[in-house]
């Protein structure tokens, strides 16, 4: 069994940062992409950011030169710092996994953090 914990959510004004981590763990022998997707109120969930295991990255139009996401490999944990956010950003912020274990290759989520931007 595959776990993803997320953790850095919570309160910030409109112009501030916060730095969401992600940490897979369980039977893993490899995590191929890991990212972050979004759900605000109302709203399908989308995509913010994506990272390969070799590092290639993709950015939500939304988002780019705002936020950046990385990895850690010898962690199994990937961060999303989100820059100069906007309340437009406020949503649960959920962090996926695609990885390969015992029973083959599959998607995980986290459980979500909430981010809220307000003033």
């Known amino acids: 069994q595959v776990q993803l914990v997320e953790s850095g959510g919570g309160l910030v004004q409109p112009g501030g940062s916060l730095r969401l981590s992600c940490a897979a763990s369980?039977?893993?022998?490899?995590?191929?992409?890991m990212g972050w997707y979004r759900q605000a109120p109302g709203k399908q969930r989308e995509l913010v950011a994506v990272?390969?295991?070799?590092?290639?990255?993709n950015y939500a139009d939304s988002v780019k030169g705002r936020f950046t996401i990385s990895r850690d490999n010898a962690k199994n944990t990937a961060y999303l710092q989100m820059n100069s956010l906007k309340p437009e950003d406020t949503a649960v912020y959920y962090c996926n996994a695609v990885v390969s274990s015992g029973i083959g290759l599959r998607g995980y989520w986290g459980q979500g953090t909430q981010v809220t931007v307000s003033s």
């Open positions: 990272i390969t295991s070799g590092g290639s990255r």
């Open positions: 369980g039977s893993i022998s490899g995590i191929d992409t």
